[in-house]
């Protein structure tokens, strides 16, 4: 059975810095690895998706990479601002005959940027 | 465009009573997943969706819980003879061939 592990729980830096977030999974045989953010009693946000054939995605000042054959991700967030606060969640998908199967979920990350 | 939307939103009932909760995914999008939230934890699996065809129901806790999608289109999630244990964020996704998911609000449900 898939788990996920996320490292930190939480985490409170300083406005400006950069920070990594870690995501551990322990079957390698995984379809893709999705980053979500979520705001206090909101939805999730999809944030980046990384395709098992890829190494890693871009969106502004993310950048979230994929070793898949150590099962590792890692979230890259640069020079930090107190509206990146949130709970970073990873996730992976296998690929069934019909498509990509249900998300499991780690547990996330609680992120706080102290302005 | 839209996006995914769930209703209701809040649903407070009694224990032993059935509902029904509804997700309408985004304008064409083939897969439709729901899931289950408790409170300071990721999402859980429940069931998938591909078109009108239940692909993978490992994750439903018990015979309570039902789903379908007819017309391949909007879904049901059934919750039968509810308990105080199913209270919980009750989340829906769909994607297309892409595989990205997104996710609607949610629906809070709490059985007193």
């Known amino acids: 059975k898939q788990e996920v592990t996320q490292i930190p729980a939480a985490l409170s830096v300083p406005e400006g810095e950069n920070l990594v977030l870690n995501c551990s999974f322990t079957?390698?045989?995984?379809?893709?690895l999705q980053w979500f953010r979520q705001d206090p009693g909101k939805g999730l946000t999809s944030l980046l998706l990384i395709q098992s054939s890829q190494r890693e995605q871009t969106s502004g000042r993310l950048n979230a990479s994929l070793d898949k054959s150590s099962g590792r991700s890692t979230l890259y967030i640069a020079a930090s601002q107190p509206g990146d606060s949130a709970t970073y969640l990873c996730a992976v998908t296998r690929h069934s005959g019909g498509g990509a199967d249900g998300l499991t979920f780690g547990k996330g990350t609680h992120l706080i940027i102290q302005p | 465009g839209a996006g995914v939307s769930q209703s209701p939103r809040y649903k407070v009932t009694k224990r032993g009573q059935d509902v029904a909760l509804r997700c309408d995914p985004i304008?064409?999008?083939?897969?439709l997943y729901w899931y289950r939230q408790a409170l300071g934890q990721g999402p859980e699996f429940l069931t998938y969706?591909?078109?009108?065809?239940?692909?993978?129901k490992s994750g439903l806790p018990n015979d309570r819980f039902s789903a379908e999608r007819p017309e391949g289109s909007i879904s049901t999630l059934t919750i039968q003879r509810t308990e105080q244990r199913d209270s919980a964020m009750y989340r829906c996704?769909?994607?297309?061939?892409?595989?990205?998911?997104?996710f609607g609000p949610g629906t809070r449900l709490t059985v007193t």
């Open positions: 969706f591909n078109y009108e065809a239940q692909q993978d």
């Open positions: 996704a769909s994607s297309s061939s892409a595989y990205e998911q997104y």
């Open positions: 304008s064409g999008h083939v897969s």
């Open positions: 079957d390698s045989a995984i379809y893709n």
